[in-house]
């Protein structure tokens, strides 16, 4: 059973660009989180998708912004990039919306890297 | 206000022995708490959960508990293999705050054979 799949594993920017991640969770799996990794803040919640509307969003500035297809597949997009936005993007899929006790499970993630 | 704990950043282990990972919350609303391991360069792989109605649950060489009183569980591996030698995450949520995961900041675990 195929995983989680993250395009691309690496990606190399500059400030003030914009990016754009993918993310297609476990065949079946309808609800997409996404997280950021970084060495200071361990692993934080980004937002999390279902049905293709955002459920849940967490701290983070509106440059941070994401979308759900009808196939569940996900995309995250970051504008305007600054230094501190460098990190590992993961991806997380399960079957119902979280809160539902249902574990989510990672893709290996999109490492950012801005210059 | 970091709602999940690991206080321990590493833990070294003999193979063959026990090893037991200390996590620490805050939040009582938190319903549901999971452990996941992680190599370099991959994502977390889910090991094993616990919902809070429970204070033990095993899943072959793991088993994690639950002390709601105290706001702290624990995984225990059993025997503890090289193989086992990752960073541990364990993480918390909160049904009608979201579910979203609260991560603690990872435990780096060493099996030496």
């Known amino acids: ?115 | 206000d970091q709602q999940v704990k690991q206080n321990s950043p590493s833990l070294s282990v003999q193979e063959g022995r026990i090893s037991i990972l200390n996590c620490d919350y805050t939040n009582s609303m938190f319903d549901y708490f999971l452990w996941y391991k992680k190599y370099p360069a991959e994502g977390p792989t889910f090991l094993i959960s616990i919902s809070s109605i429970k204070d033990k649950n095993e899943d072959g060489r793991f088993t994690v508990f639950l002390n709601k009183s105290a706001k702290h569980l624990s995984l225990h591996i059993v025997p503890s293999q090289p193989g086992d030698s990752a960073v541990y995450f364990c993480a918390a949520s909160a049904s009608d705050q979201g579910g979203k995961l609260i991560f603690g900041q990872g435990t780096e675990l060493s099996v030496k054979p």
């Open chain 1, 1 to 115: 059973k195929a995983g989680v799949t993250q395009t691309p594993r690496y990606l190399i920017k500059t400030r003030g660009q914009q990016v754009t991640l993918s993310c297609s969770p476990i065949s079946g799996h309808r609800s997409v989180s996404w997280y950021q990794q970084t060495p200071g803040q361990g692993l934080q919640f980004l937002f999390e998708y279902f049905s293709e509307t955002q459920r849940n969003k967490g701290n983070f500035p509106g440059r941070f912004s994401g979308r759900q297809f009808s196939n569940s597949r996900s995309e995250m997009n970051v504008s305007t990039l600054e230094l501190g936005d460098s990190a590992l993007y993961l991806c997380a899929s399960s079957l119902m919306p979280s809160g539902g006790n249902q574990p989510q499970h990672f893709g290996d993630g999109t490492r950012l890297s801005i210059l």
